[in-house]
């Protein structure tokens, strides 16, 4: 099991920003596809984004893009989530996760093996 740990969530309001990281402590990511993912209560867990080992990154809900880039740094072994133009329905636990035997990326949760605790966000009106 991949220790992988989110930070970086809170409270901002309607229009702010946050930047969510997650990294792993001890064990390399640079193998790993790695995406985000956000729940709220009641609903299915939803993909957002998605950056392969390889860099490349994938939007996968419209109403995040424009407004949310996920990046890397394999040197600092962690992966970002950068939140622009918050809005409250960007509410949600976010969650991380990580599989080393995708070879692209995939927004169905059941193929990935290693998940985060989330981290919540809140964003009020």
């Known amino acids: 099991q991949l220790p992988l740990v989110e930070s970086g969530g809170g409270l901002v309001q309607s229009g702010g920003s946050l930047r969510l990281s997650c990294t792993a402590s001890?064990?390399?990511?640079?193998?790993?596809?790695i995406s985000w993912f956000r729940q709220t209560p009641g609903k299915e867990r939803e993909g957002i984004s998605c950056?392969?080992?390889?860099?490349?990154?994938?939007n996968f809900a419209e109403s995040v893009k424009g407004r949310f880039t996920i990046s890397r740094d394999n040197a600092k072994n962690v992966v970002y989530l950068q939140m622009n133009s918050l809005k409250p329905e960007d509410t949600a636990v976010y969650y991380c996760?990580?599989?080393?035997?995708?070879?692209?990326?995939?927004?169905?949760?059941?193929?990935?093996?290693?998940w985060g605790q989330g981290t919540q966000v809140t964003v009020s009106s």
């Open positions: 996760a990580a599989d080393s035997g995708l070879a692209n990326c995939n927004e169905r949760t059941y193929n990935y093996r290693n």
């Open positions: 001890g064990v390399s990511l640079d193998e790993y596809v």
């Open positions: 950056i392969t080992d390889g860099g490349v990154a994938t």
